[in-house]
């Protein structure tokens, strides 16, 4: 009987190890894919000189021990497409060049990444439809967050009061912030620069939003897409690429952050509130990219020659996540063009040409125009055939329709 027993001990003692050394093997593999995703953030090229900016006095990256702080603003998503590698563990790609920087200066200073976003209790004439469109969508970003042990705060007012005193409050030694050409977003990152020179923190802007940064294609006003489109098409080879991952964080923040309570927040808002949410378009980026796939597989052929007929579904439908910045222009971008074929070729072009060049146009217009929102930022030659004309008579055309 003792010898069965002892036989049984030991294949029960063999059968134990090799289930270890599977565990094992598997951790060491995943080890191993973690750190070649922290090596694709570390080695993204480009940032140094062309996708970042340094803002205020404070210029120095190199030397910090505190954390890093990345204020999402115009650019409001984590996850944008996920990567499966072996052994069943996906990464997430970010879409999100701000982000994907902030975790590369994380990452090299082996210190906690936090992410914050300031809700404001109005913006110009926003009602509640355009908030809650916003505020769904930034409760997947603090779950994609989360999932990358990454810390996420909501903070209730405005940017230049609160963004200084987080920093103050987590030991924060360098922050990194999306870019907008407008003017209200534009006030907020002075403020915030002012305030953070005082604390000898640098701030980095990064254009997550545009596919060339808006700053590298041109120093100055284009005046029509002929002008600015051979400035962003002969370096799309160098910025049309696809994202490296944001990858499970090596060095949470101790202790972490409460959660995000999203009943205050839709509490605080001044807005309007009888226009209620849209049915048809569900906030996040996951459903965005949903949108998106949709498009490719089943619309994408009609944009070209139907776009313009508002009797056929030619469209992308994308607007909403695009302007919230739930889905990044530039993965719709490599997405169109990745279901390139002979036959829907033209419609790729177009697409390409209204996502990058035409909506590009628009960033630089408001970058270089102060006046871009009136009359004022129109050419001399317009305003002066307008005040030319501006005692006309005009037949009343719908006098009679009324």
């Keep these: 009987m003792v010898v069965p027993q002892l036989a049984d001990s030991l294949l029960f003692l063999f059968s134990t190890l090799l289930d270890i050394l599977a ?29 970042k900016r340094i803002l205020g006095a404070v210029k120095s990256l190199e030397k910090f021990a505190g954390r890093v702080l990345y204020w999402m603003s115009r650019d409001q998503r984590v996850q944008g497409k996920v990567r499966r590698v ?12 701000a982000l994907v920087y902030s975790q590369k200066l994380a990452l090299k200073h082996r210190v906690p990444l936090l992410v914050c976003f300031c809700l404001v209790t109005r913006f110009l004439d926003a009602t509640i439809r355009q908030f809650n469109f916003m505020l769904e969508g930034l409760k997947e970003v603090e779950k994609g967050l989360q999932q990358q042990r990454i810390s996420f705060c909501l903070l209730l007012g405005q940017a230049p009061e609160l963004v200084p005193s987080l920093v103050t409050q987590h030991q924060v030694s360098a922050v990194v912030c999306d870019f907008s050409p407008l003017r209200l977003p534009s006030l907020w990152v002075d403020g915030v620069t002012g305030s953070l020179d005082k604390l000898a923190v640098p701030l980095v802007q990064v254009d997550a939003h545009n596919v060339v940064p808006c700053w590298v294609t041109s120093d100055k006003q284009e005046y029509a ?12 080879s160098t910025y049309l690429v696809e994202f490296p991952v944001v990858t499970e964080h090596p060095h949470p923040l101790p202790g972490g952050l409460l959660p995000v309570d999203w009943e205050k927040a839709y509490s605080t808002l001044q807005v309007d509130t009888s226009v209620p949410p849209v049915s048809w378009a569900t906030p996040g980026t996951k459903a965005g990219m949903r949108v998106l796939e949709e498009f490719c597989r089943k619309r994408l052929a009609l944009y070209d020659p139907k776009r313009n007929d508002p009797n056929e579904d030619a469209l992308s439908n994308l607007s909403p996540w695009l302007h919230f910045g739930q889905v990044s222009a530039q993965r719709a971008a490599l997405s169109v063009r990745q279901a390139k074929t002979a036959r829907n070729k033209a419609s790729v072009e177009a697409f390409l040409e ?21 009359i004022q930022g129109a050419p001399q030659w317009a305003r002066g055939t307008l005040r030319h004309h501006e005692g006309d008579e005009g037949e009343d055309l719908l006098r009679d329709r009324v």
């Design 354 to 374: 209204e996502a990058i060049v035409r909506r590009e146009l628009g960033d630089n217009f408001c970058l270089y125009n102060k006046n871009y929102d009136s």
């Design 86 to 97: 072996r052994y069943s563990y996906s990464y997430n790609v970010a879409d999100n060049w």
């Design 23 to 51: 565990v094992v093997r598997m951790r060491v593999a995943r080890e191993k894919e973690l750190k070649t995703c922290i090596m694709d953030v570390l080695e993204v090229e480009g940032f140094e000189t062309k996708r």
């Design 225 to 236: 897409a002929r002008t600015i489109r051979g400035k962003i098409t002969r370096q799309l």
